[in-house]
């Protein structure tokens, strides 16, 4: 492409050959190479070129696993959430090495359980195959709940620190208006409520150390509020910051917020009384009424019709029922109960 002919002119009846003038790239000439070695060579290239692509190609490839290391990394992308939660709470591990702590604690509840309720059927005389068909749905049900249990501790650990948090509060922040009403500065106020009220001390505390390390009180203000889940106390809190930098009265603005909090814990306790009111007629329906007469109304039956007969078996596995249902029962209530103090 870049080599220039050569020029023939005739001189005295003479053909003479005039060499080309060097070019910007200079003349080329082509080596000729054995057809041998320039097919060793392409080999070669084909070969290399052919490692480089399988390399390039397993790059950014997820290496298979087996079939634990893949439901971790399915749970893991699952529950990213976590991450900020474990950092907070002082869990130590990266996020996969908790999952998969929380599924190997799972498997090994759930087959203690399946192995248990196998055994108990066995003793009491049922067959072995009913027993390891209910053995296996024991192991599943349990695995499944004792797995999502583990795996949002940290989320109902963060949800019970919350919860601590609103039951004092708001006898906190009464006691903090009252150092307020007698002259004290908010730095003393905060101070004063910074022990003695459980983890709502604690949220004080916070921002007492804060200042003490030299950060303004308003700012201390600030992270305390963006940092903490109590709800009722970032509504302290950011009143008092906004009656601060703006110069207003401190004790008017948080006695509004305390008043406002007193009647939403007063709506709470009505609106937790009517769902009890509910849980426990449901409660003498299916654990006490029809436990109790279902069993003897069946027994009575049996003795006039013959469709089936009441045995130890069905009695045991009857037991069983009923104490999985207080169970439930139990932890409704609890959970819907208010976590706070009047």
């Avoid at 919860?163 to 307020?180: G, N, Q, Y």
């Avoid at 769902?275 to 029809?290: E, T």
């Amino acid at each position: 492409m870049f080599e220039k002919k050569q020029r023939v002119v005739k001189v005295d009846g003479k053909d003479v050959s005039l060499e080309p003038k060097p070019g910007m790239f200079g003349t080329f000439k082509r080596s000729k190479v054995p057809a041998a070695q320039n097919t060793a060579t392409n080999s070669k290239v084909e070969a290399a070129t052919g490692a480089a692509n399988r390399i390039t190609s397993n790059i950014g490839r997820p290496k298979r696993g087996g079939i634990l290391d893949n439901k971790i990394a399915k749970l893991e992308g699952k529950h990213r959430e976590l991450e900020d939660l474990l950092v907070e709470q002082n869990i130590r591990g990266t996020l996969r090495g908790f999952i998969r702590r929380m599924l190997i604690s799972a498997i090994v509840v759930s087959i203690m359980v399946g192995l248990a309720t196998i055994l108990l059927f066995i003793k009491i005389g049922q067959p072995l195959l009913i027993s390891l068909v209910i053995g296996v749905g024991i192991i599943y049900l349990v695995y499944r709940m004792t797995l999502m249990t583990f795996i949002n501790y940290p989320m109902s650990r963060n949800k019970k620190g919350e919860k601590r948090v609103e039951r004092d509060i708001l006898f906190a922040v009464r006691d903090m208006i009252i150092s307020l009403r007698s002259g004290m500065p908010l730095y003393n106020a905060i101070a004063s409520v910074s022990t003695g009220y459980g983890d709502a001390s604690r949220e004080f505390r916070k921002i007492i150390e804060r200042a003490q390390l030299g950060m303004p009180l308003e700012d201390a203000l600030d992270k305390s509020i963006s940092e903490s889940k109590s709800s009722s106390f970032r509504k302290v809190m950011i009143q008092a910051s906004v009656s601060v930098r703006a110069g207003a009265d401190v004790v008017s603005s948080i006695q509004t917020i305390a008043d406002e909090l007193a009647q939403e814990r007063i709506i709470e306790l009505r609106r937790y009384g009517q769902k009890l009111n509910a849980i426990a007629m449901f409660y003498m329906l299916f654990g006490v009424i029809l436990p109790s007469m279902g069993l003897a109304v069946a027994t009575i039956l049996t003795t006039f019709i013959s469709i089936f007969q009441i045995t130890p078996q069905i009695l045991y596995g009857s037991l069983i029922g009923i104490f999985f249902l207080q169970i439930v029962f139990m932890k409704l209530i609890v959970s819907s109960r208010p976590a706070f103090s009047m």
